[in-house]
């Protein structure tokens, strides 16, 4: 059956007059709307793929570059820092028993170099197509493939627990403010960016060194990721190594009450 309202020349409405036909205004207000919706995103777009996110992009390099322009700081520092020395090594009046206490502090605060035998952990990341190698585990979360800071915070201090005189992670010296954290997937040491996989070198008795990684709990439960999604993890000996003497800044950072 025809609908009276579309069947011409029928109905009570006078001839030569439209009726009023709600599909029509709602057809406009949708092409209205995509109007307004292209409008704003070239709007915001500026003529700009809005589909990368070149905000990000600019942060990090902006952050490589700064882990860059701190390393070169670094060691403009460090060669500041060793003129110093020689010059306050001179004649100053101070006695010998004074010298040698004032070259035990720096020792034990790691601003000097270090020679000693040596012990290397590396800790990486797992495939990223990485699955469960033994029965009766998950399948593995995007989570259980990354190095954490909890897992470089074990080593190092399992090597402190172990008796190391020195540390260094990565191409740094450790002092007693260092703060070894992670941001992402990528660790910041000192205001430096690194990147896995990441090197611990530590100075001591190899043998108790190794003896303390194997008794940590916290690195125990790592090596269950090890074995099951293939984290990364190697530890070797080096014979004799110099680690470096700590060049950064020795200034302390606090937080300050807003007055």
């Not at 390099?61 to 701190?70: A, F, T, V, Y």
Request: aromatic share 6%; with cysteine.
């Amino acid at each position: 059956m025809s609908n009276s309202a579309d069947s011409p020349g029928t109905g009570s409405s006078p001839a030569g007059t439209r009726r009023f036909r709600p599909v029509r205004v709602l057809t406009a207000a949708v092409f209205a709307l995509a109007g307004l919706i292209f409008f704003t995103s070239f709007n915001t777009a500026k003529g700009t793929n809005i589909r990368t996110d070149t905000s990000l992009l600019k942060l990090s390099d902006l952050i490589q570059e700064r882990s860059h322009k701190n390393a070169s700081l670094d060691d403009s520092n460090g060669v500041l820092r060793d003129e110093v020395d020689g010059l306050a090594g001179r004649e100053d009046g101070s006695s010998k028993a004074e010298d040698a206490k004032l070259a035990a502090l720096e020792k034990n605060a790691g601003t000097q170099k270090l020679k000693g035998k040596a012990v290397t952990v590396t800790l990486n990341d797992a495939p990223p197509n990485a699955t469960a190698k033994l029965p009766g585990y998950p399948e593995p979360q995007p989570d259980y493939l990354v190095i954490h800071q909890q897992d470089l915070q074990a080593v190092v201090n399992a090597l402190w627990q172990g008796g190391a005189q020195g540390i260094k992670v990565m191409d740094q010296r450790l002092i007693s403010t260092s703060a070894v954290r992670c941001v992402g997937n990528t660790l910041i040491l000192q205001g430096r960016v690194y990147s896995p996989p990441y090197k611990i070198t530590a100075v001591g008795d190899p043998q108790k060194l190794q003896d303390a990684l194997a008794a940590s709990k916290a690195i125990q439960n790592y090596m269950v990721y090890v074995n099951v999604y293939g984290l990364g993890w190697k530890v070797e000996e080096n014979g004799t190594v110099t680690l470096p003497g700590y060049s950064g800044t020795v200034d302390l950072h606090y937080a300050k009450p807003v007055e």
